[in-house]
């Protein structure tokens, strides 16, 4: 039908590239939300295509991961303490354990820059527990009499250099954290690790809505 004079036809104007970016990355995610401070999904969640840790794009390095707890993460009890009878009481736990173990399954992404730390944080912290302990042992060696040695002194310089590295490579571990669970029931997991940026670009906790599917 033609435009009646003195009124143009208007010409529709695209949405915003952030807009496009953001319906694209809600329709590829499923099943998450922020509750104070920490992650909750289903199982199956798929988080969107940024990184957990920066929020920076990375579709290219999603990773599925399995995660294995328990509802019930409280201990023995005190009974494990019962000579010969606490040994019972530890198996029984143990075994209720397995058998009421939960799994939940959720697909996530990370960026380069941060699965470029991890691998350097796994392979200082290898390097560096093998040195360590290398050098401690060596320490204790030369603490003995020998034509080196002949008052047989500690070599306390070379065990503390080595304790000093392989504890220091042990705290690389902190680098190679990812995301735990905190606590779950049947198909619902807290999770902890993800990065402030990220979880603030996901939905916040209401009581009154359901888990989102966006």
Not at 37 to 49: K, M, Q, T
Not at 151 to 163: A, H, K, L, N
Request: net charge positive; aromatic share 8%.
């Amino acid at each position: 039908m033609p435009n009646p004079p003195g009124n143009p036809q208007r010409k529709a104007t695209p949405a915003p590239a952030s807009m496009r970016s953001t319906a694209t990355t809600s329709a590829q995610s499923t099943g998450a939300y922020v509750r104070g401070g920490v992650l909750v999904v289903r199982d199956g969640a798929s988080l969107p295509d940024r990184c957990i840790r920066c929020k920076a794009p990375a579709a290219d390095g999603r990773v599925t991961k399995r995660f294995a707890y328990n509802e019930d993460e409280s201990g023995p009890g005190m009974g494990t303490f019962v000579p010969i009878v606490g040994r019972l009481f530890w198996i029984t736990w143990l075994f209720n354990r397995l058998n009421t173990r939960e799994y939940l399954t959720v697909s996530y992404c990370i960026c380069t820059k941060h699965r470029t730390i991890k691998w350097l944080a796994i392979a200082a912290m290898t390097i560096g527990m093998i040195a360590g302990t290398i050098a401690t042992v060596m320490g204790f060696a030369n603490s003995g009499k020998s034509p080196a040695n002949p008052r047989g002194e500690i070599d306390s310089t070379t065990i503390i250099i080595g304790v000093l590295i392989f504890f220091a490579a042990a705290l690389c571990g902190l680098a190679i954290s990812g995301l735990k669970v905190a606590s779950g029931t049947t198909n619902v997991a807290e999770l902890t690790g993800a990065g402030k940026p990220f979880l603030e670009s996901l939905p916040k906790f209401s009581k009154t809505a359901a888990m989102p599917r966006y």
